[in-house]
């Protein structure tokens, strides 16, 4: 039985793509291993969204060619979001065997068989990304055939809603990598959860790069998230269910809100990056609204959803962003209290219209300088709002160990430091015993951290 190994980088698609590639490798009859080193076959899937993570799997390749002097067998392939960037120039890397692009991974099977017994490089991806895919048809079924297996966290899914992006958010490669925009049947989805629950899932989080803007024609009626939400409701065993990631935009969006607070299922917690607070650099970013039309989006969930918790991403250093543009940003993330924000610096990505039309003219000092001043002024909310969990129990449903169990021991052996989180998606560390982990547990918290929230077992 041939070993492979498979490492992924990126963002949640990414996740599923990986549990998918896994469960259809382990059916074709190989065996997953955790280590590179004694692997018949490594795969990476990778993340074009910034350079750095680029850079990162370029990187591990290097450090694979040099396994494959001792291994010269070994085959390696790359899959993803760079692997349908860069294509035939990848497979050109001393250490590369296989380039399969996402649209692409139900051939991984067929592409490691054929590249353990020939000996030959193989090449797959899609030459014309932006025309209507002929891929469709194979992703749909190869996603029901091995969305159910993997569960890398026990209890927890990721539900594929829709494929691809038609936003051209212009500092974006995704639309470029992925394709354009096609949503899953609802009686697909529906039909996946329901075997999901049946196999122990209690909370699925349903994905999309845009998944608010979900929508499919079947006959006269057209479903939105709205409807999932509420036809994956109706599913027994689903106890928790999630959505990600939401694009501002007024289409469906109350509906959706009204479906989350009608629905116990539907966890009060929305994520919507701003990416910035300056109407001008909305705008050269191809955004379609204001700083003051989010707000008032997020002034409208606290109101249709009292105690929702609302996260964000935003971007510092695009082409232009001055001091007042920054400054612009700082305040909404003030205005907009977010439980928590994720803070990247602008990468110029190629064919993207920001790289070829603006001049990355900010400095990399500039931006760490931006980048830490407003993870500085995040952090002081999220401390703010974690405190108010203080005496307080929570709900959590418990990932597992947390990443350094071995730390606070303070129950004994038995014991280990655990992790779970809330349907707000607050991280929850507390003792308990292992086997908890894929359960709901109460915890009563004890100590807060603008992150992290510390408790003991309630029950
Ligand atoms: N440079 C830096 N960050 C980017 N993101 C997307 N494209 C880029 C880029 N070219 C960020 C956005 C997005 C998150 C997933 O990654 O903030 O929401
Ligand atoms: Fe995910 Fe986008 Fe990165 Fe691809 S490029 S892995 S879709 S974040």
């Known amino acids: 039985m041939k070993k492979i190994h498979i490492r992924s980088f990126g963002c949640q698609m990414n996740k599923l793509d990986t549990a998918l590639v896994s469960s259809a490798l382990k059916d074709a009859g190989f065996s997953?291993?955790?280590?590179?080193?004694?692997?018949?076959?490594?795969?990476?899937?990778?993340?074009?969204?910034?350079?750095?993570?680029?850079?990162?799997?370029?990187?591990?390749?290097?450090?694979?060619?040099?396994?494959?002097?001792?291994?010269?067998?070994?085959?390696?392939?790359?899959?993803?979001?760079?692997?349908?960037?860069?294509?035939?120039?990848?497979?050109?890397?001393?250490?590369?065997?296989?380039?399969?692009?996402?649209?692409?991974?139900?051939?991984?099977?067929?592409?490691?068989?054929?590249?353990?017994?020939?000996?030959?490089?193989?090449?797959?991806?899609?030459?014309?990304?932006?025309?209507?895919?002929?891929?469709?048809?194979?992703?749909?079924?190869?996603?029901?055939?091995?969305?159910?297996?993997d569960k890398a966290i026990p209890s927890q899914v990721f539900v594929r809603a829709m494929r691809g992006c038609n936003k051209f958010c212009t500092y974006c490669i995704v639309p470029y990598v992925r394709g354009p925009e096609v949503s899953r049947p609802p009686e697909a989805i529906i039909e996946q959860i329901k075997k999901l629950a049946d196999n122990g899932v209690k909370l699925v989080t349903l994905l999309g790069q845009a998944v608010n803007l979900y929508q499919y024609k079947a006959g006269d009626k057209t479903y939105c998230l709205a409807d999932l939400l509420y036809l994956a409701s109706q599913v027994k065993g689903i106890e928790w269910i999630r959505f990600l990631t939401s694009y501002p935009q007024e289409e469906f969006y109350d509906e959706i809100l009204s479906a989350m607070a009608e629905l116990p299922k539907v966890c009060n917690y929305l994520h919507m990056p701003a990416q910035s607070g300056s109407d001008k650099i909305l705008k050269a970013m191809n955004r379609n609204y204001t700083a003051g039309q989010y707000l008032a989006m997020l002034d409208r969930a606290r109101a249709i959803?009292?105690?929702?918790?609302?996260?964000?991403?935003?971007?510092?250093?695009?082409?232009?962003?001055?001091?007042?543009?920054?400054?612009?940003?700082?305040?909404?993330?003030?205005?907009?209290?977010?439980?928590?924000?994720?803070?990247?610096?602008?990468?110029?990505?190629?064919?993207?219209?920001?790289?070829?039309?603006?001049?990355?003219?900010?400095?990399?000092?500039?931006?760490?300088?931006?980048?830490?001043?407003?993870?500085?002024?995040?952090?002081?909310?999220?401390?703010?709002?974690?405190?108010?969990?203080?005496?307080?129990?929570?709900?959590?449903?418990?990932?597992?160990?947390?990443?350094?169990p071995h730390l606070d021991c303070a129950g004994g052996r038995n014991l280990p430091q655990l992790v779970g989180r809330t349907a707000e998606d607050w991280i929850v560390v507390f003792n308990g015993q292992e086997d908890l982990a894929g359960e709901f547990a109460k915890v009563k918290i004890t100590r807060t951290s603008p992150l992290t929230l510390f408790g003991e077992l309630a029950s």
Not at 109 to 135: C, F, H, M, N, Y
């Open 305 to 404: 959803v009292p105690g929702i918790a609302i996260a964000g991403d935003f971007m510092v250093g695009f082409p232009g962003e001055t001091e007042e543009d920054f400054d612009a940003t700082v305040e909404l993330v003030k205005e907009a209290r977010y439980k928590n924000c994720f803070v990247f610096k602008y990468s110029p990505r190629p064919g993207t219209r920001a790289d070829k039309r603006m001049e990355d003219d900010i400095s990399l000092e500039v931006k760490r300088t931006r980048n830490i001043e407003l993870l500085a002024v995040q952090e002081k909310i999220s401390g703010e709002l974690s405190k108010e969990f203080l005496n307080k129990e929570v709900k959590v449903l418990v990932e597992g160990l947390s990443k350094k």
């Open 32 to 149: 997953l291993t955790n280590g590179a080193k004694e692997a018949d076959v490594v795969l990476i899937n990778t993340c074009s969204v910034r350079e750095h993570a680029e850079q990162r799997v370029l990187s591990h390749l290097g450090h694979l060619k040099h396994i494959k002097e001792n291994k010269p067998d070994m085959v390696v392939g790359v899959i993803g979001c760079m692997a349908q960037r860069l294509g035939a120039q990848l497979l050109e890397h001393n250490a590369v065997d296989i380039v399969c692009g996402p649209n692409q991974i139900p051939q991984i099977g067929e592409l490691v068989t054929e590249v353990l017994q020939e000996k030959k490089k193989r090449l797959a991806v899609t030459e014309k990304i932006r025309t209507a895919s002929p891929d469709s048809e194979a992703l749909e079924e190869f996603e029901s055939a091995y969305g159910i297996a």
